[in-house]
Structures are given as structure tokens and as C-alpha cells.
């Protein structure tokens, strides 16, 4: 089946739906795959991810063990 069919199946679907919780969840859904589509990272979030990045190229990094044990009392 080709995209538009498929659009079409699920418009007539939606049509017959009487359920508005499960409405509001399709909307909810698609609001939210909508904002990530077009979500920019701030400046805050790219500072971070460069530092993460820095830290790794100079070899600041844990191992996967030493990790768990830091944070296993939190757990």
C-alpha cells in the first residue's frame, strides 16, 4: 500500500472513532512527534554535550563498573 492509502485508511478510522480519550492520545501523539521533529537543543544543552565530548577526547571518562558502583547507593 502506498502512503496516501494508508492516510486515507486511518482518516476514515478517525472518522468512525467515539472514543475521546483515545482521540485526545492520537492528538497528543502527533502534537508531540510534531515538537520533535522541529526541537532545537539551547545553548545550554550543546555547552554540555561539548564538554561530554571534551572530557571524552581527554580520556575523563568511567567505566560502566566503576558507575554503577557511584550511583548504586541512589538506587
Known sequence: MDI??????????????SDASLIEELKT???SHQNAKG??????EKES?????????KGKTH???????IYEKYL
Open 49 to 57: 554535550v561539548l564538554r561530554g565530548i571534551s572530557d571524552f577526547e
Open 4 to 17: 496516501q492509502t494508508e492516510k486515507l485508511g486511518l482518516i476514515e478510522r478517525i472518522t468512525r472513532l
Open 29 to 31: 501523539m502527533m502534537d
Open 39 to 44: 526541537k532545537v537543543i539551547s545553548d545550554a
Open 63 to 69: 567505566s560502566h563498573e566503576e558507575v554503577k558502583n
